[in-house]
């Protein structure tokens, strides 16, 4: 079955990094968009980031262009997340989530337990 487990959040400073990752199983990895999505303490779930089947198209929402690098190692079935000059409002528990089918670019069924960040000083 599909499995999608997040890890490498942590409680930071503001202005700090982080580096998430996202170990996929139970499908064909390489066939499926990949998303990065959060939710802030006491907040709906936001859109983070999208990257295409092979990592050569990504999208960011505007709150974390230019901070966040969303990529993909096909070859070891991960995803991952590179956080920079985070922000106190980046406090959120992130998830990956898997495309909803191989022509899915929004879509998606399956996410994971959740990383949390905290950024704090």
């Known amino acids: 079955q599909v499995q999608l487990v997040e890890s490498g959040g942590g409680l930071v400073e503001p202005g700090g990094s982080l580096r998430l990752s996202c170990a996929a199983s139970g499908f064909t990895f390489s066939d499926y968009w990949m998303f990065w999505l959060r939710q802030p303490p006491g907040k709906g779930l936001e859109w983070v980031s999208r990257?295409?089947?092979?990592?050569?198209?990504?999208w960011y929402a505007d709150s974390v262009k230019g901070r966040f690098t969303v990529s993909r190692d096909n070859a070891k079935n991960t995803l991952y997340l590179q956080i920079n000059s985070l922000k106190s409002e980046d406090t959120a528990v992130y998830y990956c989530a898997k495309a909803k089918e191989s022509s899915s670019t929004v879509a998606y069924d399956y996410w994971g337990q959740g990383t949390q960040v905290t950024v704090s000083s």
């Open positions: 990257i295409d089947r092979g990592g050569g198209y990504t």
